[in-house]
């Protein structure tokens, strides 16, 4: 039993059932505690244990993947189908405690007067762990240094074969007994003289590189042109991203309002166009470290198959 829990960046968890609600739009908070009474015409709730989180607060800030309520092996989480003058349309989500995919992003900075981020290491242990602990898939090393899988059915028999190939067969595989404990695992990292030199892979990044299913490189180009284009230079429809993120850090914010978890709503929605409008560029901005010779569709390929999965009759 792992001892040492880890709250990760992102996590993809199946859906086993979906509802829609309509609240008042009343210019007060979306709480809780409305969506919950709105949804329990439709759905038993009493068995889940109420959260205190608010899905848009009355400054018209919302919470990304707003998780409303839990029980032992499943929580509900609602976010925004339509927004209207009246009332609102919600998505609400009953989804299993137990993650198919989780994402960890590893950013170090550098302090004034140094070349390199004093954490860079504490970081790779940090993800290192994460990726080893989190999922029933590990990685082991031949005499001869080549990474093999290896996994254990429910008789405590161990499946071996090479790493890639045995990622790739649990991924697409019906069996139960492989998927049950199985998370893909994926590190996300960007540069900043931290994980590379000139020549090579820091050492902190190999670490990485051995420790997750998937690692996946931020390019400079690619963080450069996303802060040019939204922040420095942004169009018109993209303005109010460059207010959130002026708004959340000067000397004189108010509040934040440009976190992974709180977002002006303004700036959500023009995210949301910006990211969709731009999907191929954006995965551009992605180099691929681990596994070898795979591209950024290849994982998208793995995640769609996961999600597609009856995880309910699996788990």
């Not at 590893?106 to 993800?127: D, F, H, L, Y």
């Not at 902190?204 to 180009?221: A, M, N, R």
């Amino acid at each position: 039993m792992m001892k040492i829990s880890h709250n990760v960046e992102y996590s993809l968890h199946p859906i086993i059932n979906e509802f829609e609600v309509t609240i008042p739009n009343d210019g007060n908070s979306i709480t809780s505690t409305k969506i919950l009474k709105a949804l329990d015409n439709q759905f038993d709730v009493s068995k889940f244990e109420k959260k205190t989180n608010n899905l848009l607060d009355k400054h018209n800030i919302l919470r990304n993947a707003c998780s409303i309520a839990e029980s032992e092996d499943t929580f509900l989480l609602a976010s925004f189908k339509s927004f209207g003058k009246e009332n609102h349309e919600l998505y609400i989500f009953e989804q299993l405690q137990k993650p198919y995919a989780m994402f960890e992003c590893k950013r170090v900075g550098v302090e004034e007067g140094t070349s390199k981020g004093p954490q860079t290491i504490e970081k790779a242990k940090q993800g290192a762990y994460v990726a080893r602990t989190a999922s029933s898939l590990q990685k082991i090393r031949t005499d001869n240094g080549e990474k093999y899988g290896i996994i254990y059915r429910s008789n405590n028999q161990p499946y071996i074969k090479p790493y890639t190939e045995l990622m790739e067969e649990v991924i697409y595989s019906s069996d139960s007994e492989l998927l049950k404990k199985f998370i893909l695992t994926v590190g996300v990292v960007s540069n900043h003289g931290n994980w590379f030199t000139a020549e090579n892979q820091n050492k902190e990044l190999k670490v990485l590189s051995q420790s997750y299913d998937w690692l996946i490189f931020l390019t400079d180009f690619g963080l450069a042109q996303f802060i040019d284009d939204l922040i420095f230079n942004p169009s018109p429809e993209y303005i109010c991203v460059q207010e959130a993120f002026k708004n959340s850090y000067t000397s004189d914010k108010k509040r934040n309002v440009f976190t992974k978890v709180k977002m002006d709503l303004a700036s959500d929605a023009a995210l949301i166009k910006y990211f969709t409008e731009n999907q191929n560029k954006i995965e551009a901005w992605f180099n691929i470290i681990a596994p070898d010779n795979k591209t950024i569709i290849d994982l998208k390929n793995e995640i769609t198959e996961l999600r597609s999965k009856n995880w309910r009759k699996i788990l």
